[in-house]
Every structure is written in structure tokens, then in C-alpha cells.
């Protein structure tokens, strides 16, 4: 049987590639901050390249034609990308303007007949409890609203004095479309750069990882395009039974189907602005769509996420249960987010790694 230093002499390559991936791994969580926009610009262009390889195959040119040919098309495709957000951007904006202020114009109303419906509800809630107990309720009630507007203004401060550790993320960001920019362009040669400094040996076990990570990738993009199509139709259906009109019902639940692609803050970000339209129309239903959202919510992490996730990546459900929360524990927002593709990522660069030590252990056996 052979030893552990036995089994590293014969697959020591092979051991130094899965030791750089994991040194990988772990350096770009502790830069997260400062390479989050770059590995942005790495997932774009994996989306984009694609789209600009389709056309310029099938188009003519040769020569230094070529590589205009390549910077045409990732100009048009800027040009269509920046013409649709801007679309969208500005018929969502209008919207919520709209909606705010109509908000802005009714909050009186709003608040003292928030405020109103609150004194009842707990001037009958008191009632219920004996006289001496009602003193004491009323002095919980108010110490709950000081602890309430402390946290509110104690996240406020902490979110600027966070605010100068985000230059380095916001001068990422606006490098982003020139980074992405040089990766559509260069990509091939890039690439090619990159495995000719490696030996033979260690370029094919790289680019058979790589492989790997790229495969994982676009499966768990294509879980996240079926989960958000789920979540917009879903509310489409649950805006519609509580009477909201059909033009604007539809632009909610496609704005909240796109959010619910960025994971965790986006499903809250589309239901926060759908409560905000709705206590602008129709503030009766406010609730109700409150209510309609955090069912949707609740159905997708329970239901929805760890079943199509989990058949996408090949995780079983309820492993996927138990990653999410693990993630969340450990890492907090960022492991809510990578901790399934990064375990998918394990897992299947494991059963690599197993094939190819078998291999090799069966091609040795053969030799004479």
C-alpha cells in the first residue's frame, strides 16, 4: 500500500495544480473587496464573449481586419448593452419617482393613520392583560422604540464611516468597462499566455480544472436565469390577484425577476420597490403585497433554491439546505452566495482528481 509521500512523488504535479486552486480560492476571498469588480468583469466576459465569437465567425476579414472586426462588435455590444439599461433604467426610475412622490405628498396621511391603527391595536392588545401589567406593557412598548431608533441611527453611522473603505470598490467599478474591454479582445491571447508558462503536464491539469470551474459557472448562471423567471411569474400571478393593473404588475415582477439574479439583497430590493408603488396606487394593498413578496421569498430559499440549485450543480436539496446555512454562519453574505458553486467546484475537481490518480496508478501496473 502505498504512503502518503509515496502517493505525492508519483502525482506531484497533479497535487501542486489542486494546491494552486485552493491558494486561489483563499486569496480571493481575502482581497474580496478589492477584486469583486474584476471577477465581475471575468463573468461578463465569459456571458459576452459568446455573443461577439458568434458573429465574427460568420463574418468576413482577414489580417489586421480581424482585430477591428472583434473591437466593432464589442463596441456594438456596449452600445446595446448601455441602450438597454438605460431603458430599463429609466422606466423603472420613472416609476418609483412617480411613486415616491405621491408617497412623499400622502405620508401625513399615511403616518397618522399608521400611527392610529398601531394605538388600537395595542390599547386592545393592554386589555387584555391585568391593570398592573398594562404599566409595565406600555414601558416595554417604549423602550422597544428607543432601542429601535438607536439601531437606526448606530447603521447609519456604521454605514459612513464604511463608506471610505469602499474607494478601492467603487475605482474597481469604474475600471470595470475598460478591464472588460481588454478581456474581450485579448482573451485568446491571454489565454494562451497563460498555459504556455506551464509545463505540459501541469497546462493540461489546469485547463482541465478551468474546464471544470466554467462548466459549474454556467450552470449555476442557468439556475439563477430559472430561479428569477420563477420569482417574476409567480409575483406577476400574486400582484394580479390583488387587483394591481396588468402594465404595472408585469413591469414589478420583470424588475424584480432581474433583481433576484444579484443573490440575497435582490429579491428585498425588487419587494421593497413594489410595497413603495404600492402604497403609492394603492396603499389598502401595501400589505397584502408585502405579504404576496415574503410568500415568494419564503418559496424560493425553501423550495425553490435547493431543488433547482441542487439539480443544476448535482447537490442533493438538503445538502444544499445545510450549505446555505453553513455558508451564511461562516462567511456571512459573501458564503450565502459562493458556498453551493464552490462546494459543486470541490466536489467535481475531486472526482477529477480521483480519475486521474487512478489512471495513472493503472498505466504504471501496466508497464512492464
Given amino acids: 500500500m502505498d504512503t502518503?509521500?509515496?502517493?505525492?512523488?508519483?502525482?506531484?504535479?497533479?497535487?501542486?495544480?489542486?494546491?494552486?486552486?485552493?491558494?486561489?480560492?483563499?486569496?480571493?476571498?481575502?482581497?474580496?473587496?478589492?477584486?469583486?469588480?474584476?471577477?465581475?468583469?471575468?463573468?461578463?466576459?465569459?456571458?459576452?464573449?459568446?455573443?461577439?465569437?458568434?458573429?465574427?465567425?460568420?463574418?468576413?476579414?482577414?489580417?489586421?481586419?480581424?482585430?477591428?472586426?472583434?473591437?466593432?462588435?464589442?463596441?456594438?455590444?456596449?452600445?446595446?448593452?448601455?441602450?438597454?439599461?438605460?431603458l430599463l433604467s429609466f422606466y423603472i426610475i420613472v416609476a418609483l419617482v412617480d411613486a415616491f412622490l405621491t408617497l412623499i405628498n400622502n405620508?401625513?396621511?399615511?403616518?397618522?393613520?399608521?400611527?392610529?391603527?398601531?394605538?388600537?391595536?395595542?390599547?386592545?392588545?393592554?386589555q387584555w392583560f391585568p391593570v398592573e401589567m398594562q404599566e409595565q406593557i406600555g414601558k416595554l412598548v417604549q423602550d422597544a422604540g428607543v432601542a429601535l431608533g438607536n439601531a437606526v441611527r448606530d447603521a447609519f453611522i456604521r454605514g459612513v464611516s464604511f463608506t471610505p473603505a469602499t474607494s478601492s470598490l467603487i475605482f474597481g467599478f469604474v475600471c470595470l468597462p475598460i478591464f472588460l474591454f481588454y478581456l474581450l479582445r485579448d482573451s485568446e491571447k491571454l489565454s494562451t499566455g497563460f498555459y504556455s508558462a506551464l509545463s505540459p503536464r501541469v497546462a493540461e491539469h489546469t485547463k482541465n480544472i478551468m474546464s471544470i470551474i466554467r462548466g459549474v459557472f454556467g450552470r449555476f448562471v442557468r439556475a439563477q436565469l430559472v430561479l428569477g423567471s420563477i420569482v417574476a411569474c409567480l409575483c406577476f400571478v400574486g400582484l394580479l390577484i390583488l387587483g394591481i393593473d396588468f402594465s404595472l404588475a408585469l413591469g414589478l415582477a420583470v424588475f424584480t425577476g432581474a433583481a433576484d439574479l444579484i443573490p440575497v439583497l435582490g429579491p428585498w430590493i425588487g419587494g421593497v420597490a413594489a410595497v413603495v408603488v404600492a402604497l403609492a396606487i394603492a396603499p389598502e394593498k401595501a400589505i397584502w403585497v408585502a405579504l404576496v413578496y415574503l410568500l415568494v421569498q419564503g418559496m424560493e430559499n425553501i423550495f425553490l433554491r435547493p431543488r433547482i440549485q441542487g439539480a443544476y450543480l448535482r447537490i442533493h436539496p438538503a445538502i444544499v439546505l445545510v450549505l446555505l446555512v453553513l455558508g451564511a454562519y461562516v462567511a456571512g453574505f459573501?458564503?450565502?452566495?459562493?458556498?453551493?458553486?464552490?462546494?459543486?467546484?470541490?466536489?467535481?475537481?475531486?472526482?477529477?482528481?480521483?480519475?486521474?490518480?487512478?489512471?495513472?496508478?493503472?498505466?504504471?501496473?501496466?508497464?512492464?
Fill in 107 to 126: 405620508a401625513p396621511q399615511y403616518i397618522s393613520d399608521g400611527l392610529r391603527t398601531l394605538e388600537e391595536w395595542a390599547e386592545t392588545f393592554r
Fill in 4 to 86: 502518503p509521500a509515496g502517493i505525492f512523488r508519483k502525482h506531484w504535479r497533479l497535487t501542486l495544480v489542486i494546491l494552486g486552486v485552493a491558494i486561489a480560492f483563499g486569496l480571493l476571498y481575502v482581497l474580496r473587496s478589492a477584486v469583486f469588480p474584476f471577477i465581475c468583469g471575468l463573468v461578463l466576459a465569459y456571458l459576452l464573449l459568446p455573443i461577439i465569437s458568434w458573429p465574427e465567425r460568420r463574418l468576413p476579414g482577414q489580417g489586421r481586419w480581424l482585430q477591428m472586426k472583434r473591437v466593432s462588435l464589442i463596441i456594438l455590444v456596449y452600445i446595446f448593452i448601455l441602450g438597454l439599461v438605460g
Fill in 334 to 368: 459573501w458564503g450565502l452566495i459562493l458556498v453551493v458553486p464552490l462546494a459543486a467546484t470541490i466536489a467535481e475537481i475531486y472526482g477529477y482528481v480521483r480519475q486521474r490518480v487512478r489512471a495513472e496508478g493503472v498505466q504504471q501496473l501496466a508497464q512492464p
